[in-house]
Structure formats: C-alpha cells, structure tokens
C-alpha cells in the first residue's frame, strides 16, 4: 500500500518537474536530485560521493554549480525540491536561475525556497574539486592563480588534481610550473615509496626554497631513548652521550623525560626541600646559619634524605648506570629508509650547490658594498691623495648632496626626473661649498697638513650641526623611481637589488670619466703637475691656485654625487656623511694615496672583507667592522703607503 | 749649578697654585663641607673638568710636544673608566643582592650570590653568566692595577706596529681614529661582556660608602681629581723640562733630522704615546664614577677630535695652554648646551645656543687654526710680552722653538 502510494508520489513528482521546468531535460539537475538527500544534508563524510558523480559526469555546468555551492548562492525551492542558482532582490524576493541554462526562473517570496549551507569541512571538500577545475581553466591567469593556492597550501588531494591537469596545458610555463608543483607533492604526499624516491632525486642540486621546504621535514629526526635499539624504526644514527653531540646532562634528561629514569634534583629544589624541613633553626639538625655552602647543603638533604622525608638524590653512579644501561638514537620522523636516504643526499647536494651560490651572491654584495666605499672614497682620494689635503668635512659635502636630492625631490614630484636633476645640481653645490672651503680655509694652510685636518674638523661639526637646524634630526626619505625598485633575481640565492646595480654602474661611469680627466685633459695634466711639483708647475706657467682650487672643487663635487647615491638605498641624515667617513679614509690609505687605482683596489678589499667577515659571523655586523678594522691596522704595518705605493719623487715625504 | 726643577719652571708653580686655591674655594663654597653655594651637580661638572684637564695634558703632550696627533687617547680614557666601573658596578650589585637575600630562609651559598650579580648585571642584555673579563671584578686592587696596565698594554702594541712601520702624520691620525673606532664598535656589540650600548651605570654609588652623601663624594673626587691633575702636570712638565723634552721636540719639528743624530726615535715616541695613554686612562678612572655612566658611545672618534680640539684652542706646545684649553671649551660647552646661555632673537629668527652652539664652536674653531695657531695661550705670552725671534717668513709652528724650514721656503 505504502509502495503504490510512494511510487504514485514520485510519478506525480516526475510529471511536476517536467511541467514546471522550462527546459524539461536538465541533466545536472537530474544528477543533483538523484542525490538529494546527500546534496541537502551535505557532510564531509558523505558528500565525497557527490561530487566524484558530478566529477565523472563530465557535464559543463558541474564547475559552476560547485563555486555557487560553495559560496552558498545555491537555494532549493521547497515546492518541488529542485536546486537553483538564487540573487537576493532589494524586496526581500528572491530570484532564481535555472542551473542548466541561468536564465532567470521567476522571483520567489523567501519562505518558499531554502538556502543550501554546506558547512567549512564540506566547503573545503568543494574547494579542492574546484582546484581541477582552476587548474584546467582556459584562463592561463586563472591556472596560474590555481598553482599558487596549491603552493601556499598543498594538500594530499591536490596531487591527483595536479597529475590530471598536465593534459591539455599549452603554456609551457605553466607546464613546468604543474610538474615541478607534482613532483613537490609527490614527495610529501604519495602512497609509492618508488615514486616518491623518483621525485626525491629529480631534486638533487635544485637551488629552489619550495624544494628545500619539501625535504626538510622527510630528514627531520627526534631524539630518543630506550632500553633497546627498536628493530622496526627507521633510525638515523646511534648517539654515545658524553660526546659533542648530546652532552651526559642532555642524555639523562632525554631518560627522565622518557621517564626511564628518575628526576635529579636540582640545587633549587633541594634548597626548597631544606626550607620545607626547617625545624626550630635547623634542618636535620644542622643549623641553618652554617647551609651556606652547597657541600654543607648537600649534607642536610642526605640526612633528610636517610630519614625518608625527602625522595632520595640521584648520584652520580645512578646516572652512570642509567646511562649505560639505555641507548640514545636520532630516529627520522619518515618511517621510509629509502625515502630518508635519498631526502639526505639531495639535500646534501642541494647544500653543495646553495653554498656555491652563496659565496657568488657574497661576491656580488661585496662588489656593491666596494661601489658605495669607492664612490664615497674617490672625492677623498682627489683632495687627500692628489693634493694631500685632509678634508674632514669631506662626509658633510656626501650629506650635502644627499640633502639636495632630497630637496629637489620636495619640489619635483617625478622621482625620475628629479634624480636626473639632483645628479647634477649636486655636483653644482658641493663644487661651489668646495671651491669657498678651499679659497676660505685650506688655502692658508697647504704647509701645515695636520691643522687641516682639525680646521675642516670644525668645518665638518658646523655643517652637520647646521644641517640638524634646518631638516631636523629625524631621517629624511630620498625615493628611487619605480624602475630602480626590486631586484635582478638569478636564483632563489643569487639575487641583487637595482640601486645597487645603479650605484655600481655610477661608480665604474666615475671611474673612467676621472681617469680620462687626470690623463686625458689639459686639466689633469696641470693637476698631475701641480701635485708632483707646485714650483716647476707655476714655472711653466701653470697656476697652482687655480688648479688647487679646482681639484677641490672636482672632489668635493664627486662627494656630492656619491650623497645622492648612497641617499637612495640609505636615509638621508645629518650624520649620513660623518657614517662614511671613516671607511673613506681607510680606503684611500690602503688603497694607497694618489692613485685612483689604489682607491679602486681599497674600495673592492674593504667592501669583500667586510662580507666576508659579516658571513662568517652574520649575526653581527659591529664584530665585523671591528676586525675589519683591526685587520687594516695590520695592512699598514705591512704596506704603510698602501696597495699601490708611488715611488720616487712623487711619493714626496 | 744645576736649578732648580721650579725655578727652571715657573710656571708650574703658579699652576698648581692657582689649582690648590680653586680646590679651596670649591670645597669651602661647596654643599657637603662649606656654606652651599656650589651644589653638588656643579662640584661634579667641576670635578670631571678637572680630569678633562688632565687628558688634555696627556694630549698636550703627545701632539704638542712629540707632534703626534693622536685621535684616539679618548679610547684610553675610557677604557680606565671601564676598568674602574667594572669593580664600582660589581661591588654594589654584590651588595645590593646580599642584603635582598638577607631575609630568605636559608643563608646564600657563594654561587647563587655569584647567579644573583649575574642576573643583575648583564640580564639588560639578555645573560646570566659573568663573562670572564670579569675575572677581577671583586677586587679593587686588581682592577686599579687594570686601569694602568689594560690601556698601556693597548698602547704600547698599537704604537709598537704604528711606529716600526714609520706610520706618521695624517696616516697615523687616521689609524688612531681607526682604533678607537674599532673598539667602540667592539664595546657597542652585546656579547662583549660590558653590557652593550647601555655601558656600565650606576658608577656614582661607592661600595662600601652607602651612608656617605653625594655631596661628599663629589668633593673627595674633586679633591683626588685635582691631585691627579697636579701630579700629571708636574710628570709632564718634568718630561719635558729635561733632555727628553728637547728630544720629543726636535722629533715633532724634524722627524728625520733626530733620527740620524742617532737617536731611536721609534722608541721616545713610543713611550710617551704609552704614557700619555696611562695619564688618559687615570683621568677616565676618576671621571666616570663622578659621571656616574659610560657607554661606547663615550669613546667614539668624535671625542677624541674634540679633545684635540680643547689642545688646539688652548694652545698646544704649552701645557697650561692644554688645560686652559680642556676647562675653558668644556665648561662654555655645558653652559650653553646646558640651556642657561640667553637667546637671540633676530626677530625673524631666534638664535637657540642649544642648537647653534656646535655651529659657533666649529667656526671658532677653523677662526682659531688660521688666526691663532698659538690658542689662548698665546695671549699670555703678549702679556708676559715674550716676543717670537724675528725669522724671515710667517711664525709657523705653534711653539717658539719650531721652525719649520722646509715650510718657510714654500
């Protein structure tokens, strides 16, 4: 009776679609309604069904009606059960689309259709049939954008999507990225120790982070401690405690942690186990005044110890035999031998490869660090090297210039056009403060070198003192334009910023023009004069005071250019010149003074040694500085006039 | 017949005169023991002037007289400071853990007393073990022997390598700045074992001397100050009254010349660097625990220029001219740094000492190298009306007896 009238119901029900359905035949719905106790229901256990049905149907509108489901846009009219695509109206109707087709069906009043709210678990479940349907978009972004979900948060799920996803990809990029993306999964996520061997190996000497992130975790141990070596773990080595490795401390608190051995008391808990049994002035019948000592305080615990008030201390031929009497082992958290071995020996030689990577990325950093010591040093090697004028305040004009690409970008907005700008207005202004110093100052005291020296000193306080009162003492920014940010990327180790690449590119630009202005021009030929011999050279009709004054012009220029360089990657501070200074001066002496080859060679030795110093103890830069320092104190001893000394008449003395 | 040592220098004689006289007048004006005029923060400031002035001398000595200009006796000076806080700092957090443990339970064995200084000292900078610099720290004796023998050591090996390589002038200069650079930078690291960029503090509280007031120790340090600063005199004016004294001047006016006379001068110059540096290190010791602080940031090379800048102001070559120098900058430095000195007002503009002072001071600065060389001292010689020999060319050198012939022709 029950069964006519059912089958009656679902007849009645049959024909009522189809009345109502404005396109009768609906294959996705079909699926849905076979399914709909399931669909209605949805729960992370039983909706894997479902979807691998809709998966298999292979039917066009399975990838959108997943994505409205998940984002819970699918509502079921109550009426006849069926499932439709739905917009909340303004007038708290809601219309309704027909999933086959999205034309609209008719608004309906809310308590006439459902919401479908699958739960996050059933969500997610959603989510990661979707990946396939991502990753196979005709969209190359939207693969794209597939992949990248994938590499934030891979999951074994994703690896079967992944493998059915290479078919059809006609971006070789992509290709590339999907495969080496699932070999990546493999390794963490396949079933076949085979297969996860294979993929293990196609990483050896891969230089990629994902890469090392995926094998690490395959070579991570726990340390462990028990009776017997166990048979069926898949262990990495056998410790003996007392060595390098696990202290015999270390090795007695793996047992109490393990709890194969008591707890040794520690020299608190004794102390609070003495102080729990003080009776009237003493413990145990010491006086408490004399447990001032840790072998008296050992003594009171031991007789409390024999009284039984107290659990008795564990001795050093306790610890011995415990000890002796386990074994200590690091066991890999991967039960698979062949996976850990070959995890280990790609990331053997990974290492190998980083670090050869590494010492070229140290190269490239020390010959940028080199570029900003020898843009910063090679005004000072013209002033201090040519004309053998100390010039304190030589850091000051470095923060002048730094100072007036600051100013020229206030009032340029287009960060390009102001550098291109600053560059020279720059050199204008450090020229001219140049040229006043040198007529004002310097002039009056060539004969006395170390006066110099204290008289540009106050020049130098003055400046930066003047140059707090007018910007502050806060940092100032000096923006690079758009296209020198990021940076030129090799590999994942091997990566160097373009200001950097900028700066070095400067330095080399100097470097030749100066060299062509000292041996090629009529002007470097009278300076080379004028240095080597004032006398012979105003004899020849050469005037030395011009010439000087130029020459100080010229370097103090180049300072002002180096400012806005050194501005760009650093902030612009009153102190930013007095930073430099120092490192400067050292370059220019070991580099050997009155040679801008000297200087080139100081500024390549100081700025490698001081990364490679920084990369043998990296987690500080000051000790680095230090023994770099320290180390040129030694250089001097042994070449006091530097790498490239001038012999004969023009090394003066 | 051979004079005597005061009668051959007078002007030491008036010196410590006018020294004892100043002492006096202090401490009579002073809080702690006379009718409190002088507070206990100005007996201080007076205090450290003192020992300002007496590495002044020490610079005097080095740069005026030996011609080598030193950029990095400040390094010394603290380095002295150090040695002596180490001991101020350990005693009084030894003192201050014992009586915090006087009333536990049990009495403290030596090693927890050991973990509670510490913990105390060096949990600023995230440590617990006493490094063992410290070795010392909890005997006096031993760390005022340090305070002569760490920075003479220093001395000693940096100006042995400086010298045998015949590093002189600027280059020299240089690689001292380079010193104490470097270990300015050593010190400012954590791990160095003197606690960071937050130094050693708490220098002003003597262990031992918890009841005494402030005002009285500020007058004992001025006293022991001002007796530290006349003996540094009179050893240097007895170094370079003598035979020595001619020596070290004819190696600062021509290097070259003394040495094929057939003197070693790697080894005068050597010493007096290494004594100079022991005078620093002696004004440091007595400085700091009247500053009460030090940090590294006290021996970065700008310190050291600036103590060549006192020398330089006061007259170099002369050694009260040193110390006119040191008292004279320091004191006019803090009045106006300090906020007391009166603002201008431009009108459009007011003038605040606080932020122009450096300004002014680096401008008189270059005014006094190109228009004074002789510093302030050299008025004393227009009054005494001591008149340079009359030389063809420009007076050149700072000091009377330099003559720089190979200047003069140029």
């Known amino acids: 009776m029950t069964r006519t009238v059912i089958l009656a119901l679902r007849a009645a029900l049959f024909w009522l679609m189809a009345a109502i359905a404005v396109n009768a035949q609906s294959p996705i719905q079909d699926l849905l309604q076979e399914n709909r106790a399931a669909v209605e229901k949805a729960s992370r256990k039983t909706i894997d069904g479902v979807i691998d049905e809709l998966l298999a149907s292979g039917l066009p509108q399975t990838r959108e009606v997943l994505a409205k489901w998940r984002e819970k846009e699918i509502w079921q009219r109550k009426e006849d059960g069926l499932f439709f695509f739905a917009k909340p ?36 479940v959603i989510a990661t049939a979707l990946v396939r349907y991502q990753l196979t978009d005709p969209d190359p972004r939207k693969r794209a954008e597939g992949l990248r979900a994938i590499e934030r948060g891979p999951e074994a799920s994703h690896l079967a999507a992944l493998r059915a996803a290479f078919e059809g990809e006609d971006d070789p990029a992509l290709l590339a990225r999907k495969q080496r993306l699932e070999r990546l999964l493999t390794i963490s ?281 007018i910007f502050g003492t806060q940092a100032r920014p000096l923006t690079s334009p758009a296209w020198l940010d990021g940076a030129l990327v090799f590999n994942d180790v091997v990566s160097i910023s373009y200001i950097r690449i900028a700066i070095f590119v400067l330095s080399v630009i100097f470097l030749f023009l100066l060299l062509f202005v000292l041996n090629k021009t009529r002007l470097g030929l009278e300076v080379r004069a004028v240095t080597q011999n004032p006398r012979m050279a105003a004899s020849m009709g050469i005037n030395p005071d011009r010439i000087n004054m130029l020459t100080f012009g010229l370097g103090s220029g180049i300072a002002g250019i180096a400012g806005v360089a050194i501005g760009l990657y650093a902030k612009v501070t009153s102190e930013l010149g007095a930073d430099y200074i120092v490192q400067s001066f050292m370059t220019v002496v070991v580099g050997g003074v009155g040679n801008i080859w000297g200087t080139l060679l100081g500024a390549t030795m100081i700025g490698s040694l001081q990364k490679g110093i ?20 030694i250089f001097i001893q042994f070449r006091p006039k530097g790498i490239i000394a001038l012999k004969g008449r023009a090394a003066g003395d | 017949m051979e004079r005597s040592f005061f009668a051959r220098n007078p002007s030491t004689l008036i010196f410590i005169t006018i020294l004892a006289v100043f002492t006096l007048g202090v401490t009579l004006l002073s809080e702690g023991l006379g009718v409190d005029v002088i507070s206990t923060s100005m007996v201080k400031t007076l205090g450290k002037t003192l020992c300002l002035c007496l590495i002044a001398i020490a610079m005097d000595l080095v740069w005026g007289y030996c011609g080598i200009l030193s950029l990095g006796h400040f390094a010394f000076f603290g380095l002295g400071g150090y040695m002596i806080g180490m001991w101020l700092m350990y005693e009084r957090t030894k003192a201050i853990v014992v009586s915090a443990t006087a009333g536990a339970p049990l009495p403290p064995t030596p090693q927890e007393i050991r973990d509670g200084i510490g913990t105390q000292i060096f949990g600023v900078v995230g440590g617990a073990e006493i490094p063992p610099i410290w070795y010392f720290a909890d005997s006096l004796f031993a760390q005022l022997a340090l305070v002569v023998l760490i920075p003479g050591l220093l001395a000693l090996v940096f100006g042995w390598l400086a010298f045998r390589s015949r590093v002189t002038g600027v280059y020299l200069s240089i690689l001292t700045q380079a ?92 010493f007096v660097f290494t004594v100079t540096a022991i005078i620093a290190a002696i004004a440091g010791a007595l400085y700091y625990p009247q500053a009460g602080i030090i940090n590294p940031a006290e021996i970065a090379p700008i310190a050291s220029i600036y103590l060549a800048v006192w020398v330089a102001i006061g007259g170099r070559g002369r050694l009260y001219g040193a110390v006119i120098g040191a008292a004279f900058v320091s004191l006019v430095s803090t009045w106006f740094t300090g906020g007391q000195a009166p603002d201008i007002p431009l009108g459009f503009y007011t003038v605040k000492w606080v932020d122009w002072w450096l300004v002014l001071l680096g401008l008189s600065f270059v005014a006094v190298t190109l228009f004074a060389p002789k510093g302030i001292g050299g008025l004393f010689d227009m009054l005494s009306g001591r008149l340079a020999p009359q030389r063809h060319g420009a007076d050149l050198g700072p000091d009377q007896g330099s003559f720089r012939e190979k200047e003069a022709e140029q």
């Open chain 1, 189 to 469: 996520y396949d079933e076949d120790s085979a297969a996860r061997v294979a993929a293990i190996e196609s990483f050896t000497g891969d230089l990629g982070v994902d890469a090392r992130a995926a094998l690490n975790p395959l070579t991570s141990t726990t340390r462990k401690a028990a009776a017997e070596l166990p048979t069926n773990a898949n262990i990495k080595a056998v410790i003996k405690p007392g060595t390098a490795r696990l202290s015999r401390d270390q090795a007695y608190a793996l047992l109490v942690a393990a709890e194969l051995a008591p707890a040794r008391i520690t020299a608190a808990e004794k102390k609070d186990a003495l102080i729990a049994n003080i009776v009237e002035g003493s413990v145990a019948g010491t006086p408490i005044h004399t447990l001032d000592t840790d072998a008296a305080r050992t003594q009171a615990y031991a007789t409390l110890a024999a009284a039984g008030t107290v659990p008795a201390e564990v001795t050093a031929a306790d610890v011995d035999a415990a000890l002796a009497a386990h074994v200590f082992f690091d066991q890999y958290d991967e039960p698979d031998a062949n996976v850990t071995d070959a995890a280990q020996e790609a990331l053997t030689s990974i290492s190998t490869k980083v670090g050869v990577n590494q010492m070229f990325d140290l190269a490239l950093d020390g010959l940028s660090l080199a570029s900003i010591y020898f843009l910063a040093a090679i005004g000072l090697a013209i002033t201090f090297g040519v004309m053998g004028v100390i010039n304190m305040a030589h850091g000051e004009f470095i923060m002048m210039g730094a100072y007036t690409g600051y100013v020229v970008q206030q009032v340029i907005p287009d960060y390009t056009v102001s550098i291109i700008v600053a560059l020279p207005l720059a050199f204008a202004i450090t020229f001219a403060a140049g040229v006043a110093m040198e007529r004002l100052v310097i002039r009056w005291l060539y004969n006395r070198p170390l006066e110099t020296l204290l008289a540009t000193f106050g020049i130098s306080i003055a400046l930066q003192q003047l140059a707090k009162n």
């Open chain 2, 179 to 270: 010193m104490t650079l470097a270990l300015s930078l050593y010190l400012f690291q954590n791990d160095s074992g003197l606690r960071g960029n937050n130094g050693l503090s708490g220098l002003q509280n003597l262990p031992g001397a918890e009841n005494v007031p402030q005002s009285l120790i500020s007058i004992y340090f001025l006293w022991a100050s001002a007796a530290a600063l006349a003996l540094g005199y009179l050893l240097a004016a007895w170094i370079v009254g003598g035979k020595f004294g001619s020596v070290i001047r004819g190696i600062r006016d021509d290097e070259a010349r003394v040495r094929f006379l057939g003197y070693h001068v790697e080894g005068y110059k050597l």
């Open chain 1, 89 to 124: 109206l303004p007038n708290k109707n809601i219309q309704l689309f027909d999933i086959e087709t999205g034309d609209p069906v008719g608004e309906f009043d809310k308590k006439a259709v459902k919401q479908l709210k699958p739960n996050s678990g059933v969500r997610s």
């Open chain 1, 614 to 633: 920084e990369w043998l103890n990296p987690s500080n830069t000051l000790a680095a500085q230090t023994y770099m320092i320290i180390f040129i104190i």
